[in-house]
């Protein structure tokens, strides 16, 4: 049975790596040998803005570059003893305005040097902080701030308009990066804050089971939930920056991620400077220009980007890249959605290097799954598990099944960086856990003789669109809000760039009839209502959707049509 199955292999190159035995390191490894690395060690209190830039400056870290931010108009660096005073002043100016340990700090703004500063500084105080993407309009933005009562949001003028703030009454301050002039109601410049703010702060000293981030995430059904992760993440944020990016003294390390999305923070932020790397951020639009030239210019050594990133620069061809200097890469990798094997080869032939598969999620707080330098890798696969980890393919019974078999990927509950709740859902949160306590991905997988884990789809309904996660369900209420929509189902449907597009299909009301205007209509909806990625590239009107006796939509019958694939069994179809 085995012998049936070859399969590529991309060889380690051999060079010298942090994690220079993935076997002998997975047989030995226990969290308790890096706990000497963090304060809590001696004092029994920790807290993550120290660990990742504080401790630095008591070192020969101290003038480092800790960031560059890079855009179309050049460069800012800071050093560490430059973020330290830095994000302490955020620290005071949040402490100024009432903020207090716990309280619920947000970010809704640009990539800038602000929002790292600000992140760091709101953790330092103990607050509990929630980037959200730029891209949400209002609708999006009011269901995370009122399902985590934020106190304060820390934002733009130009996206201000976008805050219920007569629907928020928790929310106390709405702090204006560009704050000049008028302030309106709750409003508050943070140039005034920050002149005001001394430069030393008293940190709050938390346990490792402090909540530390919330990261909304979606689901196949509900609104999106509330990831709550803890200090205590930075054990593995800290370990798999330095065995999986594999962070040197020397390296200048580019996540391309927004702080919006998980990566943006566990890999934009906590690991690199866990681990004490120059960590550069690129503001402004992508273009494949844009991007060479920033690996070129700041001699990028490590790059994290994603599937759909890559496709794009490959489909802008082969040309543009050798037109750059790309010769600073050491180290490449990828996470979001499956690295198919082609772009795997391209970047072997055009970058010389061979992209990293890591798989992860929201929910885990950091890698889990990954290919390592000094493994060989398998094109199509996502890797294997970190050390101090399991991972499994399971059944609909909780039980482990031989490889090559496809199942449930699951994971043994108990890693330092696992969510530790869903905010005020915690019928949600044990819902992962219900299968004999295993942590349920809700991703489908199988496992080959070696250990390698291959990733073959979701479970759920849950759509990865350019490595954005949507639930069908958040689109599907947006639509019909609209006036014309009597009801809709929303699927992801394959496409070769962006891995999935949303597909709605729609019965509209009596009194409407399908136009193509009316069509861009319901894009526009979706598009200002939630954000421009979960607006449906494709609509189709259709007269009825199909629905189970108990009135769900019934997406599979909508993704199997739409496929031309057999419908499956519809013994629970409406009629
Ligand atoms: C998908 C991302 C295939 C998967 C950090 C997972 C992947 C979901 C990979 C989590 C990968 C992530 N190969 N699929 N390497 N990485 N996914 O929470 O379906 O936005 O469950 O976090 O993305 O998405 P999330």
Redesign the pocket.
């Known amino acids: 049975m085995q012998e049936m199955h070859t399969h590529e292999i991309i060889p380690s190159t051999g060079k010298p790596s942090n994690l220079s035995s993935y076997e002998q390191t997975y047989a030995t490894f226990r969290w308790e040998d890096i706990h000497a690395e963090f304060s809590w060690h001696t004092t029994g209190k920790v807290n993550m803005g120290y660990e990742a830039i504080d401790k630095h400056t008591t070192t020969h870290r101290r003038d480092k570059t800790a960031l560059i931010y890079a855009d179309d108009g050049g460069a800012q660096t800071f050093t560490f003893e430059e973020m330290r005073k830095f994000s302490n002043r955020f620290g005071n100016a949040f402490r100024s305005l009432g903020v207090q340990k716990g309280d619920r700090v947000f970010f809704f703004m640009p990539r800038t040097p602000e929002i790292y500063a600000g992140v760091i500084g709101a953790l330092k105080i103990g607050a509990i902080v929630g980037p959200l993407f730029e891209a949400f309009m209002e609708g999006a933005v009011e269901d995370r701030l009122s399902d985590a009562e934020a106190s304060v949001i820390v934002t733009t003028n130009a996206l201000k308009s976008r805050i219920p703030k007569e629907r928020l009454p928790h929310l106390k301050h709405i702090v204006l990066i560009d704050g000049e002039g008028e302030l309106e109601d709750r409003e508050a410049s943070y140039k005034a804050l920050i002149d005001a703010a001394s430069e030393e702060l008293d940190i709050e000293w938390v346990d490792l089971e402090h909540p530390m981030i919330l990261h909304y995430?979606s689901g196949s059904t509900g609104k999106p939930k509330g990831v709550l992760h803890v200090h205590g993440a930075m054990l593995q944020q800290y370990i798999t920056g330095h065995w999986v990016l594999d962070l040197r003294e020397d390296d200048v390390y580019w996540c391309t991620a927004d702080p919006g999305?998980?990566?943006g923070t566990s890999y934009g932020i906590f690991a690199p400077w866990l681990n004490g790397a120059t960590n550069l951020i690129r503001g402004g639009r992508y273009s494949a220009d844009r991007w060479y030239s920033t690996i070129q210019d700041y001699k990028v050594t490590v790059w994290y980007s994603a599937p759909t990133a890559f496709r794009m620069l490959m489909s802008a061809g082969d040309d543009d890249a050798e037109r750059y200097d790309l010769t600073s890469l050491r180290h490449v990798l990828?996470?979001?959605?499956?690295?198919n094997p082609e772009v795997i080869r391209w970047g072997m032939k055009v970058y010389k290097q061979r992209i990293h598969?890591?798989?992860?999620?929201?929910?885990t707080g950091a890698h889990m799954i990954v290919n390592v330098p000094s493994m060989d890798i398998r094109p199509g696969s996502?890797g294997k598990p970190i050390p101090g980890t399991k991972a499994a393919i399971i059944d609909d019974e909780g039980n482990e099944v031989p490889p090559y078999t496809l199942g449930n990927l699951a994971l043994q509950a108990g890693w330092p960086s696992m969510m530790r709740r869903i905010w005020n859902n915690p019928a949600k949160y044990e819902e992962y856990f219900k299968l004999k306590g295993w942590y349920v991905?809700?991703?489908s997988a199988y496992m080959d003789e070696d250990g390698y884990f291959w990733?073959q789809g979701?479970v759920d309904d849950?759509i990865?669109t350019s490595?954005?996660?949507v639930g069908p369900f958040e689109v599907e209420s947006k639509l019909v809000e609209h006036p014309a929509v009597a009801e809709a189902g929303v699927i992801g449907k394959p496409d070769p760039l962006r891995g999935s597009i949303i597909k709605a299909f729609v019965s509209l009301r009596e009194d409407y009839v399908e136009t193509p205007e009316l069509l861009e209509e319901l894009k526009q909806h979706v598009k200002t209502g939630l954000a421009a990625h979960a607006a449906p590239r494709e609509i189709e009107v259709i007269d009825k959707l199909p629905k189970t006796r108990s009135g769900k939509i019934m997406r599979r019958v909508l993704k199997a049509k739409e496929l031309g694939l057999p419908l499956g069994d519809l013994s629970t179809i409406e009629d």
């Open positions: 995430t999305w998980v990566t990828s996470v979001g959605e499956p690295l598969d890591t798989w992860w999620m929201t929910e996502m991905s809700g991703d990733f979701r849950v990865n490595g954005e996660r």
